[in-house]
């Protein structure tokens, strides 16, 4: 079973920036495309940014330009790199993975993280 962590949440000023981490266990990491996911309250759980075993990348429409998915397999370690931050990227962010599967769907996802939160102050 792999176990997800994520970490590097916090409180940020509008048009600051975060670099939000996620630490995985398991020898396997490689195989696993990872995927970053917020859900802010009363809002449904969408996909922020997805990065498959080749490193294909795939943004929401919304954080293009502004954040990026890179992972180190070596560390077994996705990062999410979130620059110009504004008030509606609040939301608790969760780190999840899965070993097969061509859609970036939350249910998609095999496994979550119990998420961190990011505050973004106007």
Known sequence: QVQLVESGGGLVQAGGSLRLSCAASGSAFRLYAMGWYRQAPGKQRELVAGITTGR??????????????????????????MNSLNFEDTAVYYCAAKLYGSSWLPDGMNYWGKGTLVTVSS
């Open 56 to 81: 294909s990348t795939n943004y929401a429409d919304s954080v293009k330009g502004r954040f990026t998915i890179s992972r180190e397999n070596a560390e077994n370690t996705v990062y999410l790199q």
